[in-house]
């Protein structure tokens, strides 16, 4: 079972980026999924999560960040606009996942890998 984020990179103040978290393996369902970042120097905070239907965003990216999932290919996206250099920071996704294998179900709470995101002009 994997969790890959992708889709950082470099962008001038006031661009966008979308960034997708994808997990591969038996799964069965991806339920609770967050989008954390960690900046240089500081601690890791959570951005913004999803689950069945419901979204939360921490104050700063609120009316700029949006999350999203498309359960047939188990991934949920983070939609970044009007990004300031205050945003940069890698960012990581964490999910709540059931897998099938046979007849057992297993549950995991696993992270990606990171991806980087540089909003600078």
């Known amino acids: 079972v994997q969790l890959q984020a992708s889709g950082g990179g470099l962008v001038q103040p006031g661009g966008s980026l979308r960034l997708s978290c994808t997990a591969s393996?038996?799964?069965?369902?991806?339920?609770?999924v967050g989008w954390y970042r960690q900046a240089p120097g500081k601690q890791r905070e959570l951005v913004a999560t999803?689950?069945?239907?419901?979204?939360n965003y921490t104050d700063s990216v609120k009316g700029r960040f949006t999350i999203s999932r498309a359960n047939a290919r188990n991934t949920v996206y983070l939609q970044m606009n009007s990004l300031k250099p205050e945003d940069t920071a890698v960012y990581y996704c964490?999910?709540?996942?059931?897998?099938?294998?046979?007849?057992?179900?297993?549950?995991?709470?696993?992270w990606g890998q990171g991806t980087l995101v540089t909003v600078s002009s």
């Open positions: 964490n999910a709540d996942l059931i897998t099938l294998s046979g007849r057992r179900f297993d549950k995991y709470n696993i």
């Open positions: 393996g038996s799964i069965f369902s991806l339920n609770a």
């Open positions: 999803i689950s069945s239907g419901s979204t």
